[in-house]
């Protein structure tokens, strides 16, 4: 699966017109590969505040979208344990930044 963080935020503001405060995270699309439905993506929106309990809670990495990315993986592999697959096998990772400014995870 690919994890792409979008380039317009989706955050709404309240009715005194801040933004919401408190991590945030958002699916706003999913895509698969009709010839492949295992490959496709995600594309997510997420806040400063979202990163920064993931950081509070163990979850490293070099950019706001690896750490995310790390996070979406144990989410995934948490629910496919749960569902008694057997994802310790399940691949490598392929990082690809876009010219858009996203990141494609594979």
Known sequence: MKVKKTTKTTIKKNKKGSKK??????????????????????????NDEFVENLKQHGYLGQSDEEIVDRWFQTLC????????????????????????GKTEIS
């Open 21 to 46: 405060t408190g991590p945030m995270v958002k699916v706003l699309n999913m895509n698969v590969n009709p010839d492949n439905p295992r490959n496709g993506f995600f594309e997510l929106d997420w």
């Open 77 to 100: 592999r948490t629910i496919g344990n749960e569902q008694g697959i057997d994802v310790t096998g399940s691949g490598y990772v392929q990082i690809n930044r876009t010219p858009d």
